[in-house]
């Protein structure tokens, strides 16, 4: 059974840096996309979580706008471990952060969005203190 785990979370400063992580069990294939959401505090319910990053099985990734190099995702394909480095926290960056999947042979080409992947975390908590 699919399986994400997320953990790395945690009450930082603005200004520090958080590494999350994300490990992956029980996909049969190797052409797992894989992604990065948030939901900020108090979202409208019905709104889709922000997508920050994902990565294709290819290694392709695709920024949202927002990140402005100071997001950067990276795998540890051996252990089936998916990352996430934020540097510079803002007190706008505390949410809930997922990690997300879905299996294909080819990532969809466009940024990421909620409506794409099928397997999600129960997610990871940042806040960001000013």
């Known amino acids: 059974q699919e399986q994400l785990v997320e953990y790395g979370g945690g009450s930082v400063q603005a200004g520090e840096s958080l590494r999350l992580s994300c490990r992956a069990s029980?996909?049969?294939?190797?052409?797992?996309?894989m992604g990065w959401f948030r939901q900020a505090p108090g979202q409208a319910p019905g709104k889709e979580r922000e997508?920050?990053?994902?990565?294709?099985?290819?290694?392709?990734?695709r920024y949202a706008d927002f990140t402005k190099g100071r997001f950067d995702i990276s795998q540890d394909k051996i252990e089936n471990i998916l990352y996430l480095n934020i540097l510079n926290l803002k007190p706008e960056d505390t949410g809930m952060y997922y990690c997300?999947?879905?299996?294909?042979?080819?990532?969809?080409?466009?940024?990421?969005?909620?409506?794409?992947?099928?397997?999600w975390g129960r997610g990871t908590q940042v806040i960001v203190s000013s």
């Open positions: 997300a999947a879905y299996e294909a042979v080819v990532c969809v080409s466009w940024k990421p969005r909620e409506r794409d992947f099928e397997y």
């Open positions: 029980g996909f049969m294939t190797k052409n797992v996309c």
């Open positions: 997508g920050i990053v994902s990565i294709g099985h290819n290694g392709v990734t």
